[in-house]
């Protein structure tokens, strides 16, 4: 994980100057600045669209009773390429626009969303935000070591106690059927202890 934030707070920064000095140099400084700023704004008018074509795509897919999964992978993609187009210098909108493209990101999307479904199905599905080993009730958890969805059979048996002050009397028999309506006469309270 280090060597990837190092990566990306200094490696590319660096990447980034070398490149706008060699452009500015070749084709001028002001020219240079204009291309970074009209990169930046097409390149958000283009996550734009391109969002909103992906979120009516989402809301097709939930309206049929599908998950959209490789959809939600592309969102993130886009959010991802609006920040890199933003950010000033070639290489970065380079990378942008790549994630932007369809022709790009619907490939790239599809294998990161495969990869996801693998890694959940081999992990055995997300885990809570703690990390590996981490709980935050201590070592027991809250359930004393025991898992409360124990697959195994186990089951939990406790003891269940009424606690309103209400009588059993006032309670109201369900209908044998929807259209009729049944008057039912109070219920005398059971008697446990006997």
Known sequence: MFFILLLIFVLIPVIELNVLIEVASSIGSWTTVGLVLFTAVVGVSLVRSQGLSTLMTVQQKLARGEAPGKEIVEGMMLAAAGVLLLIPGFVTDFIGLILLTPLTRAPIAAFLYKRMQLRMVTN?????????????FGQSGPFGGQNPFDQNGNTFDGDFERKDEQPRSHHIEQAKTDDDIIDVEPVAPKDDKK
């Open 124 to 136: 055995g599905g997300f885990k809570a935000g703690f990390g590996p080993g981490q709980n935050p």
